[in-house]
């Protein structure tokens, strides 16, 4: 791998779970950004979509999102502030997880931020689902913290245990 | 207590934090307020269906022979 694409930091969800999953005190001295996470939630469904969340900012308001969605038997394009980061939900096969990874590119400029989101979901039936999604975050500051939550799904929505996130820097040189 | 996982990418150190009061009722809030959107959603698509079946049913016709004659 180019040695212009660094970890910055990761983590992997315990056995009490977690609601949401934060990085902070992101260093500005990347180019873009790459997150890449394996999730896994509670919820009584076969997948879920999360937003991805920056300073902080879970206003809804403040984000877009067009998803282009295929569920196993149709496809579909969909919009909604939390969209894009399918994870795997209680419904699917046990022990699977969403695979996924968003790119965040000119995180640190005074522009409005945009990030590419494509996931995908494991189960062993016909339902499962794959998605593109351009998600774009209307903040004009770095960013300097990033946080993975679905936003509406009240305090017994979890990532389950073995979940994991990576945060990659990317330097254009 | 539902809890936040907090990754410092300075120090690299995880840990995980116990979520507010105040981050507890947002997040009911936000999670209610979804909860009528879906409703609404829901409710306004059911109101078509009876639209759509109410004139097949004064037409005569079945879905499949609209969707024919539109074809």
Redesign the interface.
Known sequence: MANTYTLIASSTVGSGGAATITFTSIPSTYTDLLVKASLRNNRSAVAEDYGIFFNGDTTSGNYSAIELLGSGSTATSRSAYNYGLLTVSNNSTANTFGNLEVYIPNYAGSSAKSASVDAVTENNATEAYAGLTARLWTGTAAITSITIDKGDSGVTNNFLQYSTAYLYGISNS | M???????????E?T?VE?TAEE?AQ??A??K??EAEQAAKEAELAAQAKVKADVLKRLGITEQEAKALLS
């Open positions: 539902p809890t936040k996982l907090i990754i410092n990418c300075e120090t690299g995880q995980e979520l507890i997040r009911e936000d999670a307020a979804y």
